[in-house]
Every structure is written in structure tokens, then in C-alpha cells.
């Protein structure tokens, strides 16, 4: 990869935004930058991985697959590149990937490792304030979520906030897969009423419904 190719694709990335070409130039000099092309359907990261490194995906598709704690459901979604995979995971008390990622397409992928993010480029301050704003994004948002009014006790919204706060991009489609009965549980009503919910829901094309799948094209039409 050339260096004016490089430097196109690392100013794609929200991490390096703002820095001047010396800047890049010099990080491309000093930074060990690992690249990869992975075929499509290849695993490339398992939720409760260790998080070593920042994960850049430049080129391609991801599935991004999230399990409950305790396995009774999970969520898919996909993932397009230009994107920075959970910089959140990198520290912390426990920095591990809280999600598993694989492969639909061929993707071009970039690697960090942490200790380069520590001793170089946390040393150029439009790189640290661009991490710590992104930080901050996600910290508002789930803030804002738990603080977020819901106007009607009604089963669908309760449906809906169950999903919002499972995902952290309501803008991609949305696969859940988990049974009836756990899903009256998690939103506290019997399996009739949920299983009535979903089916009028689906009547007016807003989901498709398989047996332990549940499958939400866009989340902004749910009503």
C-alpha cells in the first residue's frame, strides 16, 4: 500500500481525523500498522477475547454477533467499514470484546497494537481528543438511554426499548434470536401477549418472524 493510499484510508477513520499529513507520516513511520485481507466468512474476533490491539476495518462487512450473559438470547447485526471495532474494550478493568465479529464479505482489515497506542500515538493530542470524544459519545448515549422516557407502559414500546438497549446502532438491520417464553420474561408479560405483539407487528411488514427468530429491517419503523 502506497503512503498517499495509506494516508487517504487512516483519514477515513475517526481516530486520526483532524491530523495533518507530517502528523500521519510520521505515525506511519513510527507506528507498527498491521494490515490484513480476510475472506468472507471467516470468525476474526470472539466476545470475551482479550482486547490487545485497535481493530480498524477499512474495506468489507462485518456480522457482529453480541450472546446474553447467561446464553438464553443474542443479537446480530452487520457492521460496514469504515469503522473502529469497540475502542471502549482496549481498557478498562476488564478490556475484552463484548461482541464477536466474522467476515460476510472480503474485508481489509488494520491492526493497533495497544502498547503503540500508548507510546506513540497518544502522544498527538487531536488522536487522544478524538478517543476520549468517542468515549464520551458512548458513555452520553447510555446515559441518555437509562434516562430515556418511555411515554406508555404499552408491550411494543417495552419491546422496543429491549432492543435499544441491547444494540448500540439502531441504524443497521436487526436479527434477535431467543424463544417466546424468554422474551415474555425480559419484558415482563405473559407469552400470549408477546406472541400477539409480534404478530401485529409483523402483520404491518415492520418484522419478520421465524421460530426463535426475530428479524427487524429498520428499527425506526417500529410503532
Known amino acids: 500500500m502506497s503512503m498517499h493510499t495509506m494516508y487517504k484510508k487512516l483519514l477515513q477513520l475517526p481516530l486520526f481525523q483532524g491530523l495533518n499529513q507530517a502528523d500521519i507520516t510520521e ?4 507506528v507498527k500498522l498491521h494490515f490484513q485481507t480476510i475472506p ?8 470475551e477475547e482479550n482486547c490487545t490491539k485497535l481493530f480498524f476495518l477499512l474495506e468489507g462487512s462485518l456480522t457482529k454477533v453480541t450472546n446474553s ?3 438464553v438470547f443474542r443479537i446480530e447485526q452487520s457492521v460496514s ?6 475502542p471502549q474494550s482496549l481498557f478498562g478493568l476488564a478490556p475484552t470484546y463484548q461482541a464477536s465479529y466474522s467476515t460476510i464479505s472480503e474485508c481489509d482489515i488494520m491492526t493497533i497494537e495497544k502498547s503503540y497506542v500508548l507510546s506513540e500515538l497518544m502522544n498527538y493530542p487531536i488522536f487522544e481528543l478524538n478517543y476520549l470524544n468517542i468515549l464520551s459519545r458512548n458513555t452520553h448515549s447510555l446515559y441518555n438511554l437509562i434516562w430515556e422516557n418511555k411515554y406508555t407502559n404499552e408491550l411494543s414500546d417495552r419491546f422496543k426499548y429491549f432492543i435499544k438497549s441491547h444494540v448500540d446502532n439502531v ?7 431467543i424463544t417466546m417464553e424468554d422474551l415474555a420474561f425480559q419484558l ?5 401477549n408477546v406472541s400477539k405483539m409480534l404478530n401485529e407487528l409483523k402483520d404491518r411488514n415492520m418484522i419478520s418472524l421465524k421460530r426463535k427468530i426475530i428479524h427487524i429491517p429498520s428499527f425506526h419503523t417500529l410503532k
Open 27 to 30: 505515525i506511519i513511520e513510527k
Open 40 to 47: 468472507a466468512n471467516t470468525p476474526i474476533i470472539e466476545q
Open 69 to 71: 450473559k447467561d446464553q
Open 81 to 86: 467499514a469504515p469503522c473502529l471495532l469497540e
Open 171 to 177: 441504524d443497521q438491520p436487526i436479527t434477535l434470536y
Open 188 to 192: 415482563n408479560d405473559t407469552r400470549l
